[in-house]
């Protein structure tokens, strides 16, 4: 499976970890985040690489990092045809894929430590997309993104 990811400055630490942790499991990897941790780069710069390579085809899945996952989880939301999780738990990013089909998995390096990192990386890329009642909610933001998604 090939995977983005990518971060800013606040979240490089951790992406340098996850990036190897992903290519331990057998993941291609397309980084595109912060070339390093002490110039800033953009939330919205980061995202915005994630976000293209999933809705492309590029890459199956995602991760976005940043200092609380919350400007990168905004960034990916504006692409139609994108569902990017804010997880902070691996309940949570396991929920992500089995109700919601989430593509990407965004988190705050300032707000989970490396454990819950790779707990909630295993739930999500171990889950599968339940369907059944879940594909109707799924498919109700599939409507909502054809109405306001031009």
């Known amino acids: 499976m090939i995977v983005s990811i990518a ?5 490089y630490e951790l992406r340098q970890k996850v990036r190897k942790y992903l290519e331990e499991k057998g993941f291609e990897v397309l980084d595109g985040g912060a070339p390093n941790g002490t ?3 953009s939330y ?5 690489k994630v976000a293209e390579d999933v809705s492309s085809g590029k890459a199956e899945r995602g991760i976005a990092i ?6 990168i989880s905004l960034v990916c ?8 999780a804010l997880c902070t738990n691996e309940f949570m990013a396991k929920m992500s894929r089995q109700h919601n089909d989430a593509q990407i998995l965004a ?15 295993d739930a999500f890329f171990e889950e599968e ?6 594909a109707t909610r799924v498919n109700g933001i599939k409507e909502i993104e054809e109405k306001h998604f031009k």
């Open 77 to 84: 939301n504006k692409y139609k045809g994108i569902r990017c």
């Open 107 to 121: 988190f705050g390096e300032r707000v989970v430590g490396l454990g819950v990192a790779l707990g909630m990386i």
């Open 66 to 71: 940043c200092g609380t996952g919350i400007g």
């Open 44 to 48: 919205v710069d980061a995202g915005i």
């Open 129 to 134: 997309f339940a369907g059944g009642r879940h």
């Open 39 to 41: 110039d800033s780069y």
């Open 7 to 11: 971060s800013d400055h606040a979240g």
